[in-house]
């Protein structure tokens, strides 16, 4: 007959296997998620020519227009709209609008080099930094920064304050990519023009 | 063997039926005392307080001392299992006479090993969907991750996820797979976020939407339908040692918070933690019938299409009350829905022990059976001829 020892003997490895399952410092997870297809913006108007598209209808205080080969992807909560180049580029751009000032002209420039690791700058170095373009919707200044390492990121952001609101554009990916995605970056930023339904 | 040695007398007290009377006793107590701290707690919180827990403990207000106050129900449980097998097998004879009462103490044994393994293993979230949503994951609606995801790729997010348990305990987060470390500044499980006012000393956040806004932390919500809204500064710092930036990481921002960092593009949120699934559900159709003429809820059901890849599994099937889906190990359940009758929610179980309770009853069950078969027989044969 089982004793008390072989009975604690054998009841303690079953014990501490369900004690072991549950210890242990918790691991990090892995996984490969398939992106959630966002929806896409309404389709522009045909029938304009040219190789610029029709701007679409969106009462929100600027409108713009995309160069041929682009697409518009709808945003979602602080980012109003993507915009993807065409050719697969591995750069968007995306647009952001906030009250006022956004905590100011050095601070914005220094998180955007933030995002690409490089270190702020000041007031002098900013400046150097920034080039204007006169546009419908007033002067927007336009930044133009290049990460470092092996893989090189690029960001060109452009901001334009339209009367208590700034508007933030910003093309930004591998800096092969945002060279050849630029032209069409610029054209859509000097050709924003004030919402006529707002 | 001398009598009064001390694995002897702990086997006496371990199998005297005056244990089992105290511990039933105290269960008692621990019931009441557990429904009624639930009207403050919250049915999860006061279960693991006072029933899954060892100790129940006493927290003096505005003090970090914790005093014991009551065996918690892990205790007692395990106290009455240990009196179970050492009552069965010091004073029960090994006989078929006595088969019955064996089968039922086993089965009452397995009894109290489910819901520690339950209490130990079991897994719960929820997947909401909506009709014609797929979902390959579920959410815990009580725990959190901080999340970095690697979204270079046009198809796929590469997503890593950092459980709160490793926030909370962790400065420093690093994995092989990550070309950067995590410094974790702070990590709440409840705050209030707002925005900074004016004047005030500079944030330690440098980057993303965090960037003028403040929080306050406050104590974890207890009841069963709020929700917490954790906040975690983390701040990445590159192989070379610069640091990225700064950010305030909550799920209540909802945000795109991110860096480039060697040509890929990294983002980082604070979300309710995933748990991802081999295999998705498609909601087809989710039915919210009502009694004729009433507004009495009679059935809800969700008609979804599991599609399993590495089984080729491809079929639909229709989850109500009381007929979960079981597959891979989990079981889905209907549990609730919303937005207009389009959206199902299933609470989803990981429970590696669910059939214990089940084998319990059959086994208990048999052991009555055949307890009441051998006085039956014994009735029936002490009877004058």
Partial sequence: MMTMRSLAGA????????????????????????KEPLPSAAAPAMGMGGGIEAPSERPRGLVWTLPSGWTEVAGNGIRLATFVPPGGLKTEATVVAL????????????????????????????????TTVSTKVGTVKIYDFTGEGAVRSRMIAAAVDTGGTT???????????????????????????????? | M???????????????????????????????????????????????????AFIVWWVPEGSAVRVPVFPGGGLLGGLLLLNLIFAQFRRLELSWRKGGLWIMHIGLALLFIGEFATALLQVESNMAIEEGQTKSFSEDYRRMEVVVIDETDKEFDDERGIPDSRLRSSNVITDPSLPFKLIVRAYHDNAALSTRPAGTAPSIITQGVGVGMTYQALPPVTGDNDQNTAVAVVEPVLPDGRSVGVYLLSNALGARQGFMHEGRSWRLALRLRHYQHPFSLTLNDFK???????????????????KDPRSAD??????????????????????????????????????????????????????????FGVMLRKALGARPA
């Fill in chain 1, 167 to 198: 508007w933030f554009f910003k093309l930004m990916g591998e800096a092969g990519a945002t060279q050849s995605a630029r032209a069409g970056f610029l054209a859509i930023i000097k050709g924003l023009k004030p919402d006529a339904a707002k």
């Fill in chain 1, 99 to 130: 009250p006022g000032d956004s905590g100011g002209e050095l601070a914005n420039a220094n998180r955007w080099r933030g995002q690409l690791g490089l270190p702020p700058t000041d007031e002098a170095g900013m400046a150097a930094a920034r």
């Fill in chain 1, 11 to 34: 009841a303690l490895p079953v014990m501490a296997a369900l004690l072991l399952a549950s210890c242990g410092e918790e691991q990090i997870t892995r996984a490969r998620v398939p």
């Fill in chain 2, 288 to 306: 919210h019938d009502l009694y004729p003429g009433t507004n009495i809820p009679k059935n809800f059901s969700s008609l979804v299409r599991l």
């Fill in chain 2, 2 to 52: 001398p009598r009064n040695n001390l694995v002897d007398r702990l086997a006496a007290a371990l199998s005297s039926l005056k244990l089992t009377i105290a511990c039933l006793a105290l269960l008692m107590v621990l019931v009441v005392a557990c429904t009624l701290a639930q009207v403050e707690l919250g049915t999860h919180l006061a279960v693991e307080r006072y029933i899954r």
């Fill in chain 2, 314 to 371: 491809d079929r639909e099937v229709l989850i109500y009350m009381n007929s979960p889906l079981r597959h891979d190990g989990l079981t889905f359940y209907q549990a609730s829905f919303g937005k207009d009758d389009t959206l199902s929610v299933l609470q989803v179980v990981r429970n590696p022990s669910w059939t214990l309770p089940y084998l319990s009853c059959l086994l208990v069950s048999l052991g009555l059976l055949w307890h």
